[in-house]
């Protein structure tokens, strides 16, 4: 034990001058609070994803490389909301950070600043795999964004004090950028209000309701259960070969394109891969990326045009 | 931030320094190091001042709403005077089994490895595995807990155990935690994971024959994880000694001791795997084993060292790290045992015992489409010969080559829930055995994130 304890502090001592002029490390569950971060602090941070965007962040393994990225962060953001319940527990629970723990300026729970939708007033898991805070895919609305990066650049400004100025600026900055870019998008969407989907997941609801569109069913009999061929029938009876006036089925890179395609056939009604995150699709590099690839697709599709469902990424 | 990493640490160490030298007779480099210090704590103090005020009025700025789409609204909170609300999470596994067996599994022995601990088959027919009641919370800002309560059926006597009850820090620095309490000793890969996290219905032939199944203990565990790119965990652990491979509480209470390694990463976005290396030494004074480890009569009983090096490697992989479509994962331990004391069998005098023996399995499940799962399993153990004083007893091998292989199903509705079937080709003695094994496992409530 003593040996350990000497080797230790030989470590700490031997590290220190390394943490000296090091960037704010950011951790983000998600790509799209990476990207966020990256935007607002620039050269100020080093920021990394735990998850890719061809990755369900429901469904990650605590990989000790990950333990080991939570261990060196003085910022982990994450969309919350209970959408990474299986994996980030156990990943604070292992690096031994303490200035990352929730309920401490280094954690961020991205959903805590926006509003939430469809927050069940019960919970059963009978109804499948719920969340009981709220639907935790907060990043589809751009306005969304705007306040969560609102909320980041003040956390950056608190836990790095040396470099505030260049956190608020960079917040300020971006806000502006994204304001314009906003009214671009909405002002293209208008015609889109009123439209009505079918999605795999319900990881859509901000982005329906954003560009005011319509729900009408799911793949998956319940969240989390992967579609199964008697809830796809019932679907396909309840649509109609007609597709009754629903005008894509949008799923998730990651999410298997079968379901999506087996009604794509029967029903007539195109099939649409849609960006969840940065990286979901080449289009969508950026944040500024991914809602102008998400127009584009949901534009491409709707005018008929071969959809690039099949793209393999 | 650079604020308290760079100088906070350099800064005590000097004030500390300061303060007790100064007793001594002061110095006028410590006084000059000491008004140093007072003015960059002056300066700093001045600074966050400067930056909480210019927050407060970007905070201002913002609260202003510019953006009218989607008016936050702070969740209502309401302030109810109940106890109820720091309540723990809580969580119930519910565990059923059934075994058919060639052989009465009470006659299952593997020569040279008398059984402790939990180890051996389950019962034939239908039973309950255990039923396992979970709760954990943060006691404060530094302190969280867990306590794990099985409640098993042996012999139609319900018998509740106290399988996990820790307290571990949250607060400490440089990467370190301490854990206390009673809790699955860290070695190997497998020897901290709850039954109901098992790829297969029982464990391998090394954790029954060298730990007792599973090797839980009551003492401290300090782990401290390097602040490295890649994972590196050390961890120590000094406990009673009171369990299996350990027994009797030797040296006052203080009986066995662990050591461990673990180091891991990713190869790409769809492999990443982990390696441990791990070592206890249990000293006995009076270890039961054997097949009546319950009552005294009929108990071999060991006092000495045991000394067990443990290697573990795990492997997974899931395309892109999509686990939930289709996922691999290959683990193998390796286990290798010395023991020197001296061993007492029922109704003859202590004989002197010295002998190695190890043992390894590897086993590799395969997820090809969601909700099913396959696996495959291989145990092996072996056995240096002792003196010839043990022929004829049970911890004489004579000459067998314990083996088992095991082929797995299971069927998963949601993470919450998992029916197995399970064969073993059972060769861990001459009575070869075939045992087929029906399984579930159900969980409700809090149910924790589980580790790789």
């Given at each position: 034990?003593?040996?350990i304890?000497?080797t230790?502090?030989?470590?700490?001592?031997?590290?220190?001058p390394?943490?000296?002029?090091?960037?704010?490390?950011?951790?983000?569950?998600?790509?799209?609070w990476?990207a966020?971060?990256?935007?607002?602090?620039?050269?100020?941070?080093?920021?990394?994803?735990?998850?890719?965007?061809?990755?369900?962040?429901?469904?990650?393994?605590?990989?000790?490389?990950?333990?080991s990225?939570?261990?060196?962060a003085?910022?982990?953001?994450?969309?919350g909301?209970?959408?990474?319940?299986?994996w980030?527990?156990m990943?604070?629970?292992?690096?031994?950070n303490?200035?990352?723990?929730?309920?401490?300026?280094?954690?961020?729970?991205?959903s805590?600043?926006?509003?939430?939708l469809?927050?069940?007033?019960?919970?059963?898991?009978?109804?499948?795999?719920m969340?009981?805070?709220?639907?935790p895919?907060?990043?589809?609305?751009?306005?969304?964004?705007?306040?969560?990066a609102q909320?980041?650049?003040?956390?950056?400004?608190?836990?790095?004090p040396?470099?505030?100025?260049?956190?608020?600026?960079?917040?300020?900055?971006?806000i502006?950028?994204w304001?314009?870019?906003?009214?671009?998008?909405?002002?293209?969407?208008?015609?889109?209000a009123?439209?009505?989907?079918?999605?795999?997941?319900?990881?859509?609801?901000?982005?329906?309701?954003?560009l005011?569109l319509?729900?009408?069913?799911t793949?998956?009999?319940?969240?989390?259960?992967?579609?199964?061929?008697?809830?796809?029938?019932?679907?396909?009876?309840?649509?109609?070969t007609?597709?009754?006036?629903?005008e894509?089925?949008i799923r998730a890179p990651?999410?298997?394109?079968?379901?999506?395609d087996?009604?794509?056939e029967?029903?007539?009604?195109?099939a649409?891969?849609?960006?969840l995150?940065?990286?979901?699709?080449?289009g969508?590099?950026?944040?500024?990326?991914?809602?102008?690839?998400?127009?584009?697709?949901?534009?491409?599709?709707?005018?008929?045009?071969?959809?690039?469902?099949?793209?393999?990424? | 931030?650079?604020i308290?990493?760079?100088?906070?640490?350099?800064?005590?160490?000097?004030?500390?320094?300061s303060?007790?030298?100064a007793?001594?007779?002061?110095?006028?480099?410590?006084?000059?190091l000491?008004?140093?210090?007072?003015?960059?704590?002056?300066?700093?103090?001045?600074?966050?001042?400067d930056?909480?005020?210019?927050?407060?009025?970007?905070?201002s700025?913002?609260?202003?709403?510019?953006?009218?789409?989607?008016?936050?609204?702070?969740?209502?909170?309401?302030?109810?005077?109940?106890?109820n609300?720091?309540?723990p999470?809580?969580?119930?596994?519910?565990?059923?089994?059934?075994?058919?067996y060639?052989?009465?599994?009470?006659?299952?022995?593997?020569?040279?490895?008398?059984?402790?601990?939990?180890?051996?088959?389950?019962?034939?027919?239908?039973s309950?595995?255990?039923s396992?009641?979970?709760?954990?919370a943060?006691?404060?800002?530094k302190?969280?807990?867990?306590?794990?309560?099985?409640?098993?059926?042996?012999d139609?006597?319900?018998a509740?155990?106290?399988?996990?009850?820790?307290?571990?820090?949250?607060?400490?620095?440089?990467g370190?935690?301490?854990?206390?309490?009673?809790f699955?000793?860290?070695?190997?890969?497998?020897n901290d994971?709850?039954?109901h996290t098992?790829?297969?219905?029982?464990?391998?032939l090394?954790?029954?024959?060298?730990?007792?199944?599973q090797?839980i203990?009551?003492?401290?565990?300090?782990?401290?994880?390097?602040?490295?790119?890649?994972?590196?965990?050390f961890?120590?652990e000094?406990?009673?000694?009171?369990?299996?491979?350990?027994?009797?509480?030797?040296?006052?209470?203080?009986?066995?001791?662990?050591l461990?390694v673990k180091?891991?990463?990713?190869?790409?976005?769809?492999?990443s795997?982990?390696?441990?290396?791990?070592?206890?030494?249990a000293?006995?004074d009076?270890?039961k084993?054997?097949?009546?480890?319950?009552?005294?009569h009929?108990?071999?009983l060991?006092?000495?060292?045991?000394?067990?090096?443990?290697?573990?490697?795990?492997?997974?992989w899931?395309?892109?790290?999509?686990?939930?479509?289709?996922?691999?994962?290959?683990?193998?331990?390796?286990?290798?045992?010395n023991?020197?004391?001296e061993?007492?069998?029922?109704?003859?005098?202590?004989?002197?015992?010295?002998?190695?023996?190890?043992?390894?399995?590897?086993q590799a499940?395969?997820?090809?489409?969601?909700?099913?799962?396959?696996?495959?399993?291989?145990?092996?153990?072996?056995?240096?010969?002792?003196?010839?004083?043990?022929?004829?007893t049970p911890?004489?091998?004579?000459?067998?080559?314990?083996?088992?292989?095991?082929?797995?199903?299971?069927?998963?509705?949601?993470?919450?829930?998992r029916?197995?079937?399970?064969?073993?080709?059972?060769?861990a003695?001459?009575?070869t055995?075939?045992?087929?094994?029906?399984?579930?496992i159900?969980?409700?409530?809090?149910h924790?994130?589980h580790?790789?």
């Open positions: 034990m003593k040996k304890l000497n230790y502090l030989l470590l700490v001592l031997l590290g220190l390394f943490t000296a002029n090091a960037e704010l490390k950011v951790l983000a569950c998600e790509p799209e990476s966020l971060a990256e935007e607002i602090g620039g050269d100020l941070v080093k920021a990394t994803s735990a998850t890719n965007a061809l990755q369900d962040p429901h469904y990650i393994q605590a990989r000790p490389s990950l333990i990225k939570v261990r060196r003085d910022l982990v953001v994450c969309s909301a209970q959408l990474e319940i299986g980030l527990p990943l604070l629970s292992k690096a031994n303490p200035a990352v723990l929730p309920g401490k300026p280094g954690f961020l729970e991205a805590s600043v926006v509003r939430r469809d927050v069940p007033d019960n919970v059963d898991r009978a109804q499948g795999d969340h009981p805070e709220g639907n895919h907060i990043q589809m609305n751009p306005h969304n964004i705007a306040r969560v909320a980041m650049g003040q956390r950056m400004a608190e836990i790095d040396d470099n505030a100025d260049g956190y608020i600026r960079g917040t300020e900055d971006f502006q950028r304001n314009e870019a906003m009214a671009g998008w909405e002002a293209r969407a208008q015609e889109l009123g439209k009505r989907v079918v999605c795999h997941h319900q990881s859509w609801i901000y982005l329906e309701a954003w005011k319509e729900e009408v069913a793949l998956e009999p319940v969240p989390g259960i992967p579609p199964t061929a008697t809830h796809l029938s019932a679907l396909l009876k309840e649509l109609g007609d597709g009754n006036g629903a894509w089925i990651f999410q298997s394109d079968k379901a999506s087996w009604l794509e029967r029903t007539g009604i195109p649409v891969m849609l960006p995150t940065v990286g979901g699709t080449e969508a590099n950026s944040l500024f990326g991914l809602f102008d690839d998400v127009l584009n697709r949901l534009f491409e599709a709707h005018a008929g045009e071969k959809s690039h469902t099949g793209e393999k990424i | 931030m650079k308290r990493l760079r100088h906070l640490p350099l800064a005590c160490v000097l004030l500390f320094c303060q007790v030298v007793q001594e007779g002061r110095s006028a480099e410590l006084d000059a000491g008004e140093e210090i007072r003015s960059m704590r002056t300066e700093y103090e001045a600074r966050i001042a930056l909480e005020a210019r927050l407060d009025a970007a905070e700025r913002d609260a202003a709403p510019s953006n009218a789409e989607v008016a936050y609204q702070s969740p209502t909170t309401v302030s109810v005077a109940s106890d609300s720091f309540n999470a809580i969580g119930v596994v519910f565990q059923g089994q059934a075994w058919a060639n052989h009465d599994p009470h006659d299952y022995s593997i020569p040279g490895f008398p059984l402790g601990g939990e180890a051996g088959p389950a019962s034939e027919g239908l309950l595995a255990e396992e009641i979970t709760m954990s943060n006691v404060d800002d302190f969280t807990a867990m306590l794990t309560v099985p409640i098993h059926v042996h139609g006597e319900v509740v155990e106290l399988e996990e009850a820790w307290v571990e820090t949250l607060a400490l620095p440089g370190l935690s301490i854990r206390m309490g009673r699955f000793a860290d070695i190997g890969y497998l994971k709850h039954f098992w790829d297969f219905a029982d464990q391998p090394v954790y029954q024959a060298f730990l007792g199944s090797y203990d009551d003492g401290l565990q300090f782990r401290w994880l390097a602040p490295t790119d890649f994972y590196l965990q961890s120590g000094v406990l009673r000694g009171d369990r299996y491979p350990a027994g009797g509480a030797a040296h006052h209470g203080v009986g066995s001791a662990t461990g180091t891991g990463g990713d190869i790409g976005f769809s492999n795997w982990l390696l441990g290396f791990s070592w206890v030494r000293d006995s009076g270890r084993t054997g097949h009546d480890h319950d009552h005294d009929d108990s071999l060991f006092t000495g060292d045991t000394d067990l090096y443990v290697a573990d490697f795990v492997w997974k899931a395309p892109n790290g999509n686990s939930r479509q289709q996922n691999f994962k290959f683990q193998a331990e390796y286990m290798w045992r023991e020197k004391g061993y007492t069998l029922p109704g003859a005098a202590p004989g002197p015992w010295d002998n190695d023996q190890r043992g390894w399995y590897a499940v395969y997820q090809p489409f969601p909700q099913w799962r396959f696996g495959a399993r291989l145990d092996h153990l072996s056995s240096d010969t002792p003196g010839m004083m043990w022929e004829g911890l004489y091998p004579g000459g067998s080559d314990p083996k088992r292989y095991s082929l797995m199903v299971d069927w998963s509705n949601s993470e919450f829930s029916l197995r079937f399970q064969y073993n080709h059972d060769r003695s001459d009575l055995d075939n045992q087929f094994g029906l399984q579930y159900f969980s409700i409530g809090a924790g994130a580790a790789f």
